[in-house]
């Protein structure tokens, strides 16, 4: 698996995120990949890549969202090929919090993580027609990656928090930044999903209106900021020296003043 190959630094991606290594008695163990049956085809192809012996199967049971589900496995047993996803970055066991990009080894970096969004993440329109893409992971290193590669392409900060709810990130990109991302990681001809790969190039034919107005990049405050904030405990004078509004000053000490935000140290 030569991540610098394009199939495989998407293969390698969509595993980290869907697949599951299982540890049996001495070498013996089990890698498997459930997905749904409308995306088979994608498991025939990482057969197809694969030099050992796999199988797929299906199976039909039900689950929390729905009476009969279908789905399909991708199995794999042979220890080499075990051995090698987990040098790479892909444990053993439960791995949602563990997993990482590969580190040490060159790889093809807008491969991969169209191999994430595709196992993990979502494209399309949301309900208000704005075109988006999104990764919803419990993986720090994951996030933050994305976050970091996505500024590159778009130039769009984003910093990920886990929600309070179940501890995942959720990173989302919408209209121009979703529009770009879009075409880098699904380019012609590429492995994908193919219903992802439609909606990410159905995302091009959003044209933003003109009455919509362009939200300017969000200037983040930092620890020294909010400092000189406290030191002056006035919203209007420190606003002069920061070069903010007096709004944004007023609304960040009364964050810091009710607890909303930490303390500077």
């Known amino acids: 698996m030569d991540l610098e190959v394009p199939e495989y630094a998407y293969m390698f991606g969509f595993l980290q995120m869907d697949g599951h290594l299982a540890q049996g008695a001495g070498q013996k163990g089990r890698l498997s990949a459930e997905i749904n049956i409308r995306d088979v085809e994608i498991l025939r192809r990482f057969q197809e890549l694969t030099p050992y012996n796999s199988s797929i199967t299906e199976r039909v049971r039900s689950t929390n969202f729905a009476k009969s589900h279908h789905s399909a496995t991708w199995a794999l047993c042979a220890l080499e090929a075990r051995t090698k996803l987990t040098k790479l970055g892909l444990p053993y066991g439960r791995k949602s919090k563990k997993i990482a990009p590969p580190r040490g080894v060159p790889f093809s970096r807008r491969d991969y993580l169209r ?20 990764l919803t992971t419990a993986s720090t290193a994951i996030a933050a990656y994305f976050c970091f590669y996505a500024k590159k392409i778009t130039g769009a900060t ?27 990681f699904y380019y012609p001809g590429c492995l994908a999903l193919d219903r992802k790969q439609a909606s990410a190039e159905s995302l091009s034919n959003w044209i933003r209106p003109t009455d919509m107005k362009v939200s300017p990049n969000r200037r983040r405050w930092k620890e020294w900021e909010d400092r000189v904030l406290l030191r002056h405990g006035n919203a209007a004078d420190a606003a002069g020296e920061l070069g903010r509004s007096l709004q944004s000053c007023s609304l960040r000490l009364w964050r810091l003043r009710t607890g909303q935000v930490p303390t500077p140290l």
């Open 158 to 184: 984003r910093h990920p928090n886990r929600n309070q709810r179940d501890g995942i990130y959720n990173v989302l990109y919408c209209k121009e930044a979703s529009q770009e991302l879009a075409a880098h």
């Open 115 to 134: 191999g994430v969004i595709d196992a993990d993440g979502s494209v399309g329109y949301t309900t208000q027609g704005l075109p988006f893409i999104s």
